[in-house]
């Protein structure tokens, strides 16, 4: 064998030996790609997604799509540079979707707990919408600290200090937002009949506390059900919530159109931020929808790199989002995202 077949023969074994290491040595790399959607005003292998029982449920038009990701671990070399050329593919280190530390089943479990905890604020924030707001109670009053003689247990609280209560966590959070010692104005209903009380706080366990414990109800005969497996996280809640809202009042919230969105929803009916906004842009083009509900706080990363023909519309609260929608259907334009 001359020198030059022996050359082209050693570069040949080294290029196969390269790509063989490319192919199967994995790297610290992970994918982001875009998952499958949903119809929450829709069934899902022969079940709805939402179903009211107890009220009324009605008909409706159009699609209200909740968007997924995949996240895929494991990345090889040829797989990394793939997903970087890939616009639609985002790839990040390992340790920031897979913190390190936490199994495979733990994220797993707290993926699935995220996600109904968006399915409970969802029909919290439904029904409070459809006229059955939350009761915030007194459930203990602490013998001796500054709430005893003023609040009963049984008292609803329905504000402080004037700001509005809609959650247990209210109480805490508005107490909490003001010094120890500070006088706090509660407004209360007891037996049906309202009432004003003053409390000074006093500082217990390092924090300003008034000495109470409290719960909360929604009296309401309608019971509101999801029903979606295989799927994780909290950045369904305000698709979930839009679509119990439109079956349990009857609103034409797409006006026949696919709307997609995503975000996640809290018991005040706040929408938040998510994840992989870039790759659920790319899932609800593919599903036909040019209206895309983004969360306010992603619009800046949405509106960077936009999908040509998909409108994203801005929304920071189920009211702004139904409002949104409603403009959308009168052929209005509502607040869109901008960088």
């Known amino acids: 064998m001359n020198r030059r077949a022996s050359t082209l023969l050693t570069g040949s074994i080294l290029l196969v030996a390269l790509v063989a290491l490319a192919t199967y040595v994995k790297v610290g790399y992970s994918e982001v790609l875009p998952g499958p959607t949903y119809d929450t005003l829709g069934e899902v292998d022969g079940s709805e997604v939402i179903t009211i029982t107890g009220g009324p449920d009605h008909p409706t038009t159009g699609q209200l799509r909740m968007l997924t990701i995949y996240e895929q671990r494991q ?156 799927v994780g996280g909290p950045s369904a809640g305000l698709m979930f919530t839009l679509g119990a809202i439109s079956k349990l009042e009857g609103l034409d919230l797409t006006g026949g159109k696919t709307i997609a969105g995503t975000g996640t929803m809290d018991e005040d009916g706040n929408v938040g931020p998510i994840g992989g906004i870039h790759q659920k842009m790319v899932s609800a083009y593919n599903a036909g929808a040019r209206i895309f509900l983004a969360p306010a706080d992603n619009c800046a990363e949405a509106a960077s790199d936009p999908i040509p023909g998909l409108k994203l519309v801005k929304v920071d609260t189920i009211d702004t989002a139904v409002s949104a929608l409603q403009q959308l259907r009168n052929g209005q334009e509502p607040a869109l995202c901008t960088k």
């Open 75 to 230: 990345m090889d070399t040829f797989e990394v540079v793939k997903g970087w050329l890939d616009g639609s593919l985002a790839v990040l280190p390992t340790e920031v979707l897979f913190p390190p530390g936490q199994t495979e089943q733990q994220l797993n479990q707290e993926q699935s707990d995220e996600f109904q905890q968006s399915q409970s604020a969802a029909g919290v924030v439904a029904l409070r919408h459809a006229g059955y707001p939350v009761e915030v109670f007194i459930s203990k009053v602490v013998a001796g600290q500054p709430a005893d003689g003023h609040l009963k247990t049984g008292d609803v609280i329905t504000s402080v200090d004037g700001q509005k209560v809609l959650s247990s966590g209210d109480v805490g959070a508005l107490v909490q937002g003001k010094p120890a010692g500070s006088k706090l104005v509660f407004d209360y209903v007891r037996d049906g009949k309202p009432g004003t009380t003053t409390i000074t706080s006093v500082t217990a366990d390092g924090r300003p506390r008034i000495g109470v414990e409290v719960g909360e109800r929604q009296p309401s005969p309608i019971k509101i059900s999801f029903k979606l497996e295989n």
